[in-house]
């Protein structure tokens, strides 16, 4: 996090607690460990390989930042747009469609292999921040909304790197790289927590680069409320996230509303 963030949260960052979750770090490209890419490929198997087999998803999402989020990264929570959003996710051709409505208005984010484009109540963006932080914003929720399935398919080097518990199940933990990462980094490191027993994505962890004034932070987000979907998919319609570092502290907490395939 960048000073200018830091110095208004002293008080806070000296009674936060350490988070005791392992750190998703970027490796260097590497062959993936087998019994890890297997792990992986059953956890999209059972969420039924929605990144690999639809051309169109279509979701809506409502949620709400926490105040800790909006006062220290407020252009990448952005809450005055950034309350409720419709997004339309083309895997096939790699490109994202998001319109976010808030207090402030409507923002409508596109985003392709070629770049990054805001148009803010009927206005282009220019400012290079807000188009960093838009970049990542849409790159993080493809593998929010697709999980294991996202994964798979844009990550590499998968690892085996311990076990957890969560959400009521033991987790095997992998570790891996997004090459290119989230938004305009080169690449960032992620953590997966695969259910043993239901294979569901139980949570992920990353770091943020793309942004920076994130560049020192990851956060993860944990999935909750799975339901049935269409073509038998399985989708977690509940998300919590949380920053990890360089404090440990509630960060933003949403909802599926809707889901349309294609």
Known sequence: MKLKYLLPLLPALAVASCTSLPRPVATAPAAPQADALKLLTESSAAAGDPYQRFSRVEVDYDGEWSNFATKTQAILTDPEFRKSSSEIYFPKNARITQTHRGPGGEKRVTRTRGGIEVVRNGEIVTDEEELQAAALVTDCYRVFTFGS??????????????????????????????????????????????????KRLQR????????????????????????????GTLWPRYFNERIRRPIDTQAHEWRMTSLDIR
């Open 149 to 198: 399935s996202a994964l798979l398919e844009l990550g590499s080097g998968w690892t085996m790197i311990g076990q957890r518990s969560l959400n009521g199940e033991r987790c095997t933990l992998i570790a891996g790289s997004m090459r290119p990462g989230f938004g305009l980094s080169e690449g960032d490191g992620v953590i997966a927590w695969i259910g043993d027993e239901t």
């Open 204 to 231: 992920v962890q990353m770091s943020l680069l793309g942004l920076a004034s994130t560049a020192g932070a990851d956060i993860d987000v944990t999935f909750g409320d799975f339901q049935p979907g269409p073509q």
